[in-house]
């Protein structure tokens, strides 16, 4: 029997109305994960709640990896627990000798956060901390002012050199447009070899002629204060972290700084003195290296040595960007540093790890903190 038209029809409607429904693209929820469009899009801002989060899982994560390395390397995986808490942290001479390291590090730390909030890469710290270290011995050297006021005059002097060696870097930025990057690394060498020349020539003891200067007189030591010169040292680089901070967050001059890091050439459109800025946090980012020579030589070694100033520099700039500029958060910052290499002294002792690897630790720890800013700073969204 012959079908109707309609008949005929009917089925085909149908089927075509099953291949509609079955030829539909899958909405974004049900879309496979491979075929599934992503853009990346940079956060307007974050909570601090989200980013301390964030910055912990990283810090955690690095701290992991470190942990696997060691464990591979000999150190048995339950004394790193006691090794790097325990033994650091709680025994009373580990602790002074982590507050010791921790003082030139606070220094150093804020130093790099001042010159990088200005959006100056100011990779000279060392080179300012030996100037600041020279400027001090000379007042001891050549047997300047009173007892009385030797240490102050020291003080003075240390950031007078440091301060003055900044001032090159900044003045060939600003006036001739120089790489502050290339000319701050490179016055490192130069003062360097200056220390060298006079460790090695005119400034060298002459009691025992090793390269180093004569020993210091107590009057030219930092105080022992409760037994221990540590004390003296961590109190002069909290009083410091505390001036920086006011700097920072309640003077006119860190809201015009806050204005630079932001966006330099819309500061100078609405009439912030921009070079002014830059050239006032340059000069205290050197002052604040020279009092971190000052504290080395007048607190730890207690003469003018040829590397007291090794891995300040780049410790330095870690404590900063894993603080993200912040002269509280330094302080903090450059206490765990110090208590790391302190463990890591232990662990070269007791282990025989070679320091190569504290400084693969602090490596991991760098780029799983560096990692996080990305995440941070941006978000990936779903593009239907």
């Not at 901070?245 to 330099?264: I, K, T």
């Not at 030589?297 to 891995?311: D, I, N």
């Not at 330094?330 to 070269?348: E, I, P």
Request: proline share 5%.
């Amino acid at each position: 029997m012959n079908s109707t038209p309609l008949q005929a029809a009917t089925p085909a409607a149908g089927q075509s109305r099953l291949r509609g429904v079955s030829d539909k693209e899958p909405t974004a929820q049900a879309r496979p994960l491979a075929s599934r469009r992503f853009a990346l899009e940079i956060r307007q801002q974050m909570a601090w709640p989200r980013q301390a989060l964030i910055l912990a899982v990283s810090l955690a994560i690095g701290m992991c990896i470190s942990a696997a390395i060691l464990v591979a390397a000999g150190v048995p995986a339950n004394e790193l627990l006691n090794e790097f808490v325990l033994q650091t942290l709680f025994d009373k001479q580990s602790l002074q000798a982590v507050l010791f390291q921790a003082a030139p590090m606070i220094l150093v730390g804020i130093a790099a956060s001042l010159a990088f909030r200005a959006r100056f890469w100011n990779l000279g710290l060392e080179g300012q901390m030996i100037w600041g270290a020279i400027g001090a011995t000379a007042i001891s050297f050549f047997d300047l002012g009173p007892p009385a006021l030797r240490l102050p005059l020291m003080l003075a002097m240390a950031i007078a050199f440091g301060l003055l060696w900044a001032l090159a870097p900044a003045l060939l930025k600003l006036r001739l447009g120089v790489n502050e990057i290339i000319s701050s690394l490179m016055l490192n060498y130069i003062a360097g070899n200056f220390l060298l020349h006079l460790v090695y020539g005119a400034w060298k003891d002459p009691k025992d002629s090793f390269p180093y200067s004569p020993q210091f007189r107590a009057f030219e030591r930092l105080p022992e204060w409760f037994g221990n010169v540590s004390t003296a040292a961590i109190g002069l680089a909290l009083c410091v972290a505390l001036l920086a901070w006011w700097f920072v967050g309640v003077s006119r001059a860190g809201l015009y700084l806050r204005f630079v890091d932001a966006n330099a050439r819309m500061a100078d459109a609405v009439g912030v003195p921009v070079r002014r800025m830059i050239l006032s946090a340059v000069l205290l980012s050197g002052a604040l290296s020279g009092i971190a020579g000052f504290v080395v030589v007048a607190g730890q070694e207690g003469r003018l040595t040829q590397a007291f100033h090794s891995g300040y520099g780049f410790s330095g700039i870690l404590i900063a960007f894993l603080a993200r500029n912040n002269p509280l958060a330094a302080t903090v910052v450059a206490v765990l540093v110090a208590a790391l290499f302190v463990a890591g002294r232990n662990l070269q002792v007791f282990y025989q790890i070679p320091f190569s690897m504290v400084q693969l630790i602090q490596a991991i720890v760098v780029i799983c903190v560096a990692s996080s800013d990305f995440f941070i700073r941006h978000r990936i969204r779903n593009v239907r």
